[in-house]
């Protein structure tokens, strides 16, 4: 079936810094993917949709420029938190359609967990 | 998208079937049903998805009622490791994002 692989899977850094999380569709392309954030016991919360060859279509209330999603290739996106805050600690995961068997469906990635200092 | 409704949680024994009700009375005639689950600190998983007729695959049964107003998903016979939150959600298909409610926390006790 369809592989979603996002790296890293957790990270650890101090308040300011920027972190990039990639997001990689293994064995499909993917022209849209999406990202969502997901605070503990709580719901995923959509961020954005990120369109290959195209800019990044944010939800209402989340910065874009924060937020940096690049979706330069079929396979890959990634999303930059910038300036990163203790409140920004949270766990972000990535999917992306692909098909398999009956139709298309979305697969996700195994998230990645943000811990800020 | 239509609103799903599915109950906070529910246990099953080890081996039984799970039945995981999910309402979604004001689903239009495009949207599918699609179900997933999420074990702790992981990514959601795909199980199953369905417009009108039953489906089945080798995780798991969808059973939509005629008026697709309701649906269910079966797990024939749960294990430990089928402790999870599973989300019900309608949408028009892959294409659509997918908005994730509360779900249901489905607890397997041994």
């Known amino acids: 079936g369809a592989v979603v692989s996002q790296h890293p899977s957790w990270v650890i850094c101090k308040s300011g810094t920027s972190v990039k999380i990639e997001c990689r569709s293994l064995d499909f392309q993917a022209t849209t993917m999406f990202w969502y954030r997901q605070f503990p016991k709580q719901s995923l919360m959509l961020m954005a949709t990120s369109n290959e060859g195209s800019k990044a279509t944010y939800e209402q209330g989340v910065e874009k420029d924060k937020f940096l999603i690049n979706h330069a290739s079929l396979t890959l996106s990634t999303l930059t938190v910038t300036s990163a805050h203790p409140e920004d600690s949270s766990f972000y995961i990535c999917s992306a359609r692909g098909t398999t068997g009956r139709g298309e469906k979305l697969f996700f990635g195994s998230g990645t967990q943000l811990s800020v200092l | 998208d239509a609103k799903t409704t599915q109950p906070p949680s529910m246990d099953c024994a080890e081996g039984r079937a799970a039945n995981l009700p999910c309402n979604h009375s004001t689903i239009s005639g495009n949207e599918y049903v699609y179900w997933y689950r999420q074990i702790h600190s992981q990514g959601p998983q795909y199980i199953i998805h369905?417009?009108?007729n039953n489906e089945t695959n080798e995780m798991a049964s969808l059973i939509i009622t005629e008026d697709r107003k309701s649906s269910t998903l079966i797990l024939p016979h749960a294990t430990l490791r089928d402790t999870a939150v599973y989300y019900c959600?309608?949408?028009?298909?892959?294409?659509?994002?997918?908005?994730f409610g509360k779900g249901i926390t489905l607890s397997v006790r041994p």
């Open positions: 369905g417009l009108k």
């Open positions: 959600i309608a949408a028009t298909g892959a294409n659509s994002k997918l908005t």
